[in-house]
């Protein structure tokens, strides 16, 4: 499994178990036995793959901060795009499988359709972030069209110590006593992180290809999703009042680089699994911080 080390990949390690050869940046510090690799080099990516004997694949490898992607143009398309260009070459000549995680942020330049982008529809990213990720799947798909492309949204949850995640901002920046301001206006369709790695544990022993969407059963606004995950830890709807601030994305002055709604439709999704893909109520419950 690739990008253990990850708020993603750490939750499906977990999930995992003996089964999962966790392989990790070299700086990397995860508990247990792991494999070290530099995934920005794809020298030495083919030896590890096959010296592993791995069967599978799960990429959760990725530069997946937009503002880093930005800024590390280079890293953001080693990994996102040329990473699972190689995967998908070592997979189609070798016969093992690929399953690699992709992001609804493929998506954007047009707000989402009644119900959610489906499958089929064409990638047009508004980030470098999703530029790359959208390379890196039609890469991975050209080489290998048996892989597996599993898009996910927003997602949030217990942060593993990795300190990332759309919860864990919102409580850092609480904690660091400021007033967050959460769009009324920026619409997603968020998962719990604990879902989405249930979600691919369960993919690992399915043989499917092609591109599925996997996300929240509920499209919502970020001022919804941050009250939603403040009333769930702290129970208290005053101080989600005098704590939470609801604003429009114009008055922040933002860029113009973030899409407005990457809903998805996970219709194809939620007739497959038998994980249950939540609605935000439910989502916020599964994803319980610890007190
Ligand atoms: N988080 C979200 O809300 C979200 C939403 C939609 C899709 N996704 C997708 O989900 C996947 C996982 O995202 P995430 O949120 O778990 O991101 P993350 O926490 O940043 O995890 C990415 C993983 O890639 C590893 N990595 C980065 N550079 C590396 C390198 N040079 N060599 C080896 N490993 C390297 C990281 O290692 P370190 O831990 O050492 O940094 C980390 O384990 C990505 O494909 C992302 O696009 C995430």
Redesign the pocket.
């Known amino acids: 499994m690739?990008?253990?080390?990850?708020?993603?990949?750490r939750h499906l390690v977990e999930l995992l178990g003996p089964r999962a050869l966790p392989?990790?940046?070299?700086?990397?510090q995860i508990p247990g036995g792991a494999l070290a690799?530099?995934?920005?080099e794809e020298r030495g990516l083919r030896a590890l793959l096959e010296d592993s004997g791995a069967h599978l694949v799960i990429?959760?490898?990725?530069?997946?901060?937009p503002a880093l992607c930005e800024e590390h143009r280079g890293?953001a398309t080693?990994?996102?795009a040329e990473l699972p260009r190689a995967l998908g070459g070592w997979s189609a000549e070798s016969g093992a499988r690929v399953i690699?995680?992709?992001?609804?942020?493929v998506f954007g330049a047009s707000a989402a359709p009644a119900g959610g982008f489906l499958e089929e529809d064409a990638p047009d990213p508004v980030s470098f972030?999703g530029e790359s990720?959208a390379e890196g799947e039609v890469a991975l798909m050209e080489r290998d069209p048996g892989a597996l492309v599993v898009?996910?949204?927003?997602?949030?949850g217990d942060p593993k110590g990795?300190g990332?995640?759309?919860s864990e901002a919102l409580f850092s920046s609480l904690i660091r006593g400021e007033r967050p301001s959460l769009f009324t206006d920026e619409w997603r369709c968020p998962l719990p992180?604990s879902v989405?790695a249930s979600a691919l544990a369960e993919l690992a022993d399915e043989q499917l290809s092609g591109v599925l969407h996997v996300a929240g059963a509920e499209r919502v606004n970020r001022f919804e999703l941050g009250l939603a995950i403040h009333l769930e830890r702290f129970r208290e709807h005053e101080r989600a009042r005098h704590e939470l601030r609801a604003c429009l994305r114009a008055e922040l002055g933002l860029s113009p680089e973030r899409p407005e709604d990457t809903s998805l439709c996970i219709r194809r999704a939620a007739a497959l699994l038998d994980t249950k893909l939540p609605d935000l109520a439910e989502g916020v419950r599964l994803a319980a911080y610890p007190a």
Do not use: E, I
């Open positions: 690739l990008g253990a080390g990850g708020f993603l990949g392989v990790v940046r070299p700086s990397a690799h530099d995934l920005r990429n959760c490898a990725a530069l997946a901060s890293a080693a990994l996102n690699h995680v992709s992001t609804d942020l972030y990720k898009r996910l949204p927003l997602l949030y990795t990332r995640g759309a992180v989405a």
